[in-house]
């Protein structure tokens, strides 16, 4: 498959729970899209791991740091002086003023509302929207990910059925779409 050449800034909370997190990743590296992100937003996921409760911070700055050097080529830089001009929620004009410094075609976020108005040419997509759209590019591919993320995880294993299950409480719509891939595909 030939790298998609969108370019995608997600949002930290797109990156706070695990499964979806590692679906993202996953489907990133597998050059469904090119994923971006700033300092600002993993700060951001770094802390709010910690601060729920989720991991410790010890184990939240590792996961960055391995996000970090999987991916060096998703760090945005020098797009602060953009940040005053974005007319988004203050909160997170520093997520859009990023996908402007980046060319970036869309902002996935699980807070679309903070993301209105954006700039011409940048729309912002929650995470089941979004991997719907990827899953329409390579149905098939998509499925195979989703069975290597399943197989991946081995503390505890997780089935691939599990997963689905997992994933239909952040993204419904993506797997009902890839239940019916494996149902026609019988």
Same mark, same amino acid.
């Given at each position: 498959?030939?790298?998609?050449?969108? !370019?995608?800034?997600?949002?930290?909370?797109?990156?706070?729970?695990?499964?979806?997190? $590692?679906?993202?990743?996953? &489907?990133?590296?597998?050059?469904?899209?090119?994923?971006?992100?700033?300092?600002?937003?993993?700060?951001?996921?770094?802390?709010?791991? &910690?601060?729920? +409760?989720?991991?410790?911070?010890?184990?939240?700055?590792?996961?960055?740091?391995?996000m970090e050097r999987f991916f060096p080529e998703a760090m945005v830089a020098g797009y602060e002086t953009l940040i =005053?001009?974005?007319?988004?929620?203050?909160?997170?004009?520093?997520?859009?003023?990023?996908?402007?410094?980046?060319?970036?075609?869309?902002?996935?976020?699980?807070?679309l509302k903070d993301f209105r108005p954006l700039p011409d040419g940048i729309e912002a997509q929650s995470p089941d929207?979004?991997?719907?759209?990827?899953?329409?590019? $390579? =149905?098939? +591919?998509?499925?195979?990910?989703?069975?290597?993320? &399943?197989?991946?995880?081995?503390?505890? =294993?997780?089935?691939?059925?599990?997963?689905?299950?997992?994933?239909?409480? !952040?993204?419904?719509?993506? !797997?009902?779409?890839?239940?019916?891939?494996?149902?026609? +595909?019988?």
């Amino acid at each position: 498959m030939v790298p998609a050449p969108f !370019i995608v800034v997600v949002d930290a909370n797109v990156l706070f729970p695990l499964t979806l997190r $590692d679906t993202v990743l996953r &489907a990133a590296a597998h050059d469904f899209f090119q994923l971006r992100w700033t300092k600002d937003i993993l700060d951001e996921m770094e802390r709010n791991l &910690a601060k729920t +409760g989720t991991t410790t911070a010890e184990k939240a700055a590792k996961l960055r740091a391995q996000m970090e050097r999987f991916f060096p080529e998703a760090m945005v830089a020098g797009y602060e002086t953009l940040i =005053p001009v974005m007319q988004n929620d203050v909160k997170d004009r520093h997520v859009v003023a990023a996908a402007v410094k980046a060319g970036a075609q869309v902002v996935m976020t699980s807070n679309l509302k903070d993301f209105r108005p954006l700039p011409d040419g940048i729309e912002a997509q929650s995470p089941d929207e979004f991997l719907c759209n990827l899953f329409d590019l $390579d =149905p098939d +591919g998509f499925v195979e990910m989703l069975r290597e993320q &399943a197989g991946d995880l081995q503390r505890p =294993p997780v089935t691939f059925e599990a997963l689905l299950d997992r994933l239909t409480y !952040i993204v419904p719509e993506l !797997i009902m779409a890839v239940r019916e891939q494996l149902g026609a +595909g019988l």
